[in-house]
């Protein structure tokens, strides 16, 4: 009887243990499965629905470390949509070992992907500045990939950066006018060197100092900017008025009123489909925005907009009411309805009318100069650019400020006509 029990109890504990096995081999195996399976997640960086590619991205980089070296490799890919989207994801993930690659994709044939690996290095930030600053040094470097090096340390405004900016700004010319408008981006930090330049010996070290004091905005340089109102340049006093009128621009609350609501987006291909839609509500509701354009109305530009939105100036000064805001809104509204959008995002601010005429052959040189423009917060009524045209923003105050050059020059010519 004894060993009978015996039996028993050995069975039952040889059945336990036997279902431990069972449902501990299917935990191991399904943890397994719900790794990551990192080439995979590679290959769908160029899949054609883009919600695919943005989960994607999303799953290598929770992924993290494991996935770096894999996305570093096919920074050589062949393909342009896996070259944007991996170098999108290392920017993501801010690992130091994607530094390098990703510098050398600045100067990528296919300016999304050049745009993605300016992006990558902005968000990997403070690590990247020592390697970036050593190219900008380069006297024999590449100038295009300098140029890409400004955007991309503009981008992460570090002060380590503002000294060899300006050593250069005061060596090479072909660079002034790029250091100028990127210089103008680095912030406070910027403020005081700048203003000594506004003694340098060289008329476009001056000119540039005026143009980046002007779009840093600080009160600091007002009493700099207006003693260079009597330089012996006549370049020089034109960008120091303008410099000081975009100071006190600042100051001013421009925004009237936002509508909608704003889309954020994870990787640069929603942008661009975002873009495209905007672009079509922009262009369907031409014909209804005319009763509303200077000198009929107030509006003096629309367009959609780099911050993902259609922006609308009115002319400072103007009296409009907020029936008027909402009819114009409502254009937009119901154009978005119908392609499909709803609340489409768009704000309302004043803008004062364009620059003096005497400015405009300087400006007009800068845009040969530089690839990128001088700034840009909205595209004209009159810009006719196709949402893959435009490239990655670098953020700029609101629509009140006076250096945007399109909306300016575009808004002249409205005017003249």
Same mark, same amino acid.
């Given at each position: ?63 993290? %470390? +494991? *996935?770096? !070296? $894999? @996305? /570093? ?5 062949? #393909? =342009? &949509? ?105 912030? %406070? +930090? *910027?403020? !005081? $060197? @700048? /203003? ?5 010996? #060289? =008329? &476009? ?19 700099a900017l207006t003693d260079a109102l009597n330089d012996k340049d006549e370049t020089v006093r034109v960008f120091a008025k303008m410099g000081l009128e975009s100071i006190e ?102 803008i004062e009318f364009p620059v003096d005429e005497e400015i405009l052959p300087k400006l007009a040189e800068d845009i040969e100069k530089t690839e990128e423009p001088v700034e ?36 002249l010519i409205i005017n003249r006509y």
């Amino acid at each position: 009887m004894e060993i009978e029990k015996l039996k028993i109890h050995l069975i039952f504990f040889s059945l336990i243990i036997l279902q431990l096995s069972i449902f501990s081999g299917f935990n191991v195996a399904s943890a397994a499965s719900d790794e990551p399976d990192i080439k995979t997640l590679i290959e769908d960086l160029n899949a054609q629905d883009v919600n695919v590619k943005a989960a994607s991205v999303k799953a290598l980089v929770e992924a993290g %470390e +494991p *996935a770096v !070296e $894999p @996305l /570093i490799k096919v920074l050589n890919s062949k #393909d =342009p &949509e896996i070259r944007e989207n991996a170098a999108i994801t290392l920017g993501k993930i801010k690992d130091e070992r994607a530094i390098d690659p990703l510098i050398k994709l600045l100067t990528d044939e296919e300016w999304e992907v050049e745009s993605a690996a300016t992006s990558a290095l902005v968000e990997i930030g403070e690590p990247a500045v020592e390697p970036l600053v050593f190219i900008l040094q380069d006297k024999n470097g590449d100038v295009f990939l300098r140029m890409k090096v400004i955007a991309v340390l503009a981008g992460i405004k570090d002060e380590r950066a503002i000294q060899p900016m300006i050593r250069v700004l005061k060596e090479e010319p072909e660079l002034q006018a790029d250091l100028g408008y990127r210089l103008g981006l680095m912030g %406070e +930090p *910027a403020v !005081e $060197p @700048l /203003i000594q330049l506004l003694d340098d010996d #060289d =008329p &476009e070290v001056r000119v540039r100092a005026a143009e980046a004091l002007g779009r840093i905005g600080d009160g600091r340089a007002i009493g700099a900017l207006t003693d260079a109102l009597n330089d012996k340049d006549e370049t020089v006093r034109v960008f120091a008025k303008m410099g000081l009128e975009s100071i006190e621009a600042q100051k001013k609350n421009t925004l009237i009123a936002t509508y909608g609501k704003e889309r954020e987006f994870y990787i640069e291909d929603q942008r661009r489909e975002w873009y495209n839609q905007l672009n079509t509500i922009y262009t369907l509701a031409r014909d209804s925005m005319e009763a509303y354009m200077y000198p009929q109305g107030p509006v003096i530009s629309y367009g959609w907009s780099i911050e993902n939105r259609i922006g609308v100036g009115i002319l400072e000064g103007s009296e409009v009411n907020n029936s008027t805001i909402s009819d114009i809104y409502n254009i937009f509204d119901q154009t978005g309805k119908g392609i499909g959008v709803d609340d489409v995002p768009v704000i309302f601010s004043y803008i004062e009318f364009p620059v003096d005429e005497e400015i405009l052959p300087k400006l007009a040189e800068d845009i040969e100069k530089t690839e990128e423009p001088v700034e840009a917060e909205e595209t004209n009524k009159t810009d006719e650019r196709s949402a893959e045209d435009v490239r990655e923003p670098v953020r700029i105050p609101g629509l009140g400020i006076r250096v945007v050059l399109g909306v300016l020059i575009s808004a002249l010519i409205i005017n003249r006509y």
